[in-house]
């Protein structure tokens, strides 16, 4: 049993969740990659017209200082990339972790758990 200070981590487990994560950010990515690419081809074809109105749309939606199409679509991205690299992170965690706790082990414990 531990007490209040010490964190017990199973490695396999914990392992194979940070692999069902990477897997999700994978398919997220693939996801996001999609739907993003039919929302530029969409925007691209000014679908809200070329007259006047239709410019001045496009000025404040797509261009300009904060246009909020292109802050959500690298919004999204960066999230995307984000939740990509968790599965890989919490793994490299884990292995940095037992690592460091098996080196503590070899110096003060004598192979002893």
């Known amino acids: 049993m ?3 200070h010490e964190t017990i ?3 396999s487990a914990t392992r194979g ?3 069902a994560l990477a897997a999700a950010g994978d398919t997220l990515a693939g996801r996001w990659a999609t739907l993003s690419s039919t929302i530029n081809s969409l925007n691209s074809a ?3 017209g070329t007259d006047q109105a239709g410019e001045e ?3 404040n939606y797509l261009s300009g200082d904060e246009p909020p199409a292109t802050l959500t679509l690298d919004a999204g991205k960066k999230l995307v990339e984000r939740m990509q690299q968790l599965g890989p992170d919490i793994a490299g965690a884990v292995d940095g972790t037992v690592d460091v ?3 503590v082990d070899g110096w003060f414990g004598k192979g002893e758990k």
Do not use: I
Request: charged residues 30%; without cysteine.
């Open 17 to 19: 969740g940070a692999s």
């Open 2 to 4: 531990s007490d209040s």
């Open 57 to 59: 749309f496009n000025k």
């Open 46 to 48: 000014k679908p809200w």
């Open 101 to 103: 706790d098996d080196m």
């Open 9 to 11: 981590v199973n490695p």
